[in-house]
């Protein structure tokens, strides 16, 4: 692989030469191709930069909905365990609770995945 540039404005070219012996007529050849990359590699950096991003925007977030969605599951049992509620009272504190859980273990999921995958 070879990096080409004309003067200090102009765009670099990033060229891969492949030599290849061949033989023709019980002879050996050299042949020599030239391969313009340059776009594969732009192309490429770019794809890494966003898989950097992606990676640290899965990690940012899942810390950031992990501890507000802990407090609420904490309320939520506590509340649960208050005397002298209704029963639509408990029923939409255990529904809250199952939601937040719910909630709570896709976030888990999410940052297993990332720890995984890094």
Do not use: W
């Amino acid at each position: 692989e070879f990096q080409l540039s004309q003067s200090p404005n102009s765009k670099e070219l990033v060229l891969k030469l492949n030599a290849n012996i061949i033989y023709c007529h019980g002879q050996a050849k050299l042949m020599i191709t030239m391969e313009d990359i340059t776009l594969m590699r732009k192309f490429q950096s770019e794809l890494e930069e966003v898989e950097k991003f992606k990676n640290n925007l899965v990690r940012v977030v899942s810390h950031d909905f992990r501890t507000p969605l802990n407090a609420i599951v904490n309320v939520q049992q506590y509340c649960a365990r208050l005397p002298n509620l209704s029963r639509d009272a408990k029923n939409f504190i255990e529904l809250g609770e199952s939601a937040s859980n719910t909630l709570l273990s896709l976030v888990s999921d999410l940052l297993d995945y990332y720890r995984i995958k890094t």
